[in-house]
């Protein structure tokens, strides 16, 4: 009888191991595949590779390559006036950040639940 228990519990932690990698499930540590997420089924991210961000305001790259044609235009999409090329490599530096950073998140699990154990009554968390 105990055997049988000790099989079913096997064949059941295999079972999840199992399906958690055909789900592809993932840490924190890493992004997921663009695939599995609701982005592509929602709305493509702008794709924008080439154009510039000046502070906050999109210029496109058509509107960015006559901008550069000029000595104004090129000062006007300088770094020093707060503009910023989109590249691929921007894009996924942003997306990794997303995924990885933990935004102050971790206070809620040290210090809000600690203050809760503290203060709520022992009976409470048997």
């Given at each position: 009888?105990r055997?049988r ?5 096997i ?6 191991a ?13 992004p ?6 609701y982005?592509?089924?929602?709305q ?16 496109s790259?058509p509107?960015a ?5 000029t000595?104004a ?5 300088s ?17 990794d ?7 102050g998140?971790e206070?809620?699990f040290?210090?809000?639940?600690g203050?809760?154990?503290v203060l709520l ?6």
């Amino acid at each position: 009888m105990r055997l049988r228990a000790i099989l079913i519990l096997i064949s059941l932690l295999l079972f999840v191991a199992f399906l958690g990698f055909q789900l592809e499930l993932t840490l924190p540590g890493r992004p997921p595949n663009i695939n599995n997420t609701y982005t592509p089924l929602t709305q493509s991210p702008p794709r924008g590779i080439g154009s510039y961000d000046v502070l906050g305001y999109a210029v496109s790259k058509p509107e960015a390559d006559k901008l550069l044609q000029t000595e104004a235009g090129q000062k006007a999409l300088s770094p020093d006036n707060g503009a910023v090329k989109v590249t691929e490599e921007l894009i996924d530096l942003g997306r990794d950040a997303f995924y990885q950073e933990t935004f102050g998140n971790e206070y809620l699990f040290t210090d809000v639940v600690g203050i809760l154990y503290v203060l709520l009554p022992k009976q409470f968390w048997v």
